[in-house]
């Protein structure tokens, strides 16, 4: 299967350019649905939102689960000042410094769009002794403009209306490093799309869910309802991981361009190493550049995945990634291309017999 990059990045930025803070992550679902669009396909959502994807002429093989989180950082309004600036709560995971200074988008509940910045303190004008320490969410704060609270609220901005990051999306001096918004996990649901488009025609020896997962990042949410609804033999998730190759980061394995990096293990999970060896030796098999690695921070929707009913046979395949978590992410388009092909070929290919081999008797 030969995949232009052209394509995968036309893609990508579409899915970038979305908003989709956890728990607003619908209009990526309509987007998936929109770009897989097939009668081959059956759409349905589970109650909190995750999108699943299935063929209507499935087999009956192993029932194969691949999960990419829909979601993305960002923030809620949690009081507006008499000042007008609003203080805000983290949803997900995000080290303030990164976003100080940058552009913000506040979405009210009427649909109401503001542009502002997330404020800060200029160091001329800083207390001494606040310039040496970390700052935190709480010295965070965003300036829409308004010249009071009574104009934010008449202009209808309330509590837990969500605020994004905003970056814009465009290629580095090597045309394959591509930077956006929310890039975790939307480089995940890009290849998602690609594996649908590739095998949406195509006879399996297997039944796959295609499975677009909700609040991964407040905390594997989504991964939890959609499992136990699909009840998968087999579980992957699809997700970006910090990557290592830039400078000050400690020392590790992912780095950009070099292929599918399997996650062997993290604080969540560790990986089935009879389903870690199968996909590792199908991409040699296939000349698709393959690594394992150990992630050292963060975790993935396998964190949830493997507790489906009886514990399930459970996967993680990464997308290495810089400045996760920030208001620009970099991802190559190289690695979208080989963990595209990497699972094309393991749906192609995990049959009753292989699935056989991988279960506990
Ligand atoms: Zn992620």
Not at 53 to 69: C, E, Q
Not at 76 to 83: H, P, Q, R, Y
């Amino acid at each position: 299967m030969n995949f232009n990059k052209e394509d995968i990045f036309k893609r990508l930025k579409e899915y970038m350019e979305i908003e989709g803070v956890s728990r607003y992550e619908d209009n990526v679902a309509k987007a998936i649905i929109k770009n897989t669009n097939s009668k081959n396909l059956n759409y349905e959502y589970d109650n909190f939102g995750s999108l699943i994807v299935t063929k209507k002429d499935h087999n009956n093989g192993p029932k194969i689960m691949i999960s990419a989180h829909m979601d993305e950082v960002g923030y809620a309004v949690l009081d507006i000042l008499d000042n007008g600036q609003i203080k805000v709560a983290a949803i997900g995971g995000i080290w303030p410094t990164v976003v100080v200074g940058t552009k913000a988008k506040l979405i009210a509940s009427s649909g109401k769009e503001f542009y502002g910045i997330f404020g800060h303190t200029s160091i001329h004008i800083m207390e001494r002794e606040k310039i040496s320490k970390a700052m935190t969410t709480k010295d965070l704060f965003v300036d829409f403009g308004f010249k009071d609270k009574k104009e934010a609220e008449e202009q209808g901005i309330e509590p837990g209306d969500r605020i994004l990051m905003h970056g814009e999306t465009f290629r580095l001096y090597n045309s394959d490093l591509v930077v956006g918004k929310s890039m975790d996990n939307r480089a995940g649901v890009t290849v998602l799309d690609f594996i649908i488009n590739s095998l949406k025609d195509e006879k399996l020896p297997n039944r796959p869910y295609f499975v677009g997962t909700v609040q991964e990042e407040v905390g594997t949410r989504g991964a939890k309802t959609s499992v136990s609804y699909i009840n998968p033999d087999i579980a992957i998730a699809l997700d970006t991981t910090s990557s290592h190759d830039t400078d000050g980061a400690i020392k590790g394995r992912q780095k950009l361009g070099d292929g599918v990096a399997i996650r062997v293990q993290d604080g969540g999970t560790m990986m089935d190493p009879k389903l870690v060896d199968y996909i590792y030796k199908l991409a040699k098999e296939k000349n698709i550049k393959v690594y394992k690695f150990l992630a050292q921070g963060g975790g993935t929707d396998a964190a949830e995945l493997q507790y489906g009913k009886g514990g399930v046979a459970t996967l993680t395949i990464s997308i290495p990634q810089r400045y996760l978590h920030s208001p620009l992410g970099v991802c190559h388009l190289e690695d979208l291309k080989n963990v595209t092909e990497l699972l094309i070929e393991f749906l192609k290919n995990m049959n009753e017999k292989e699935y056989n081999k991988i279960q506990y008797k």
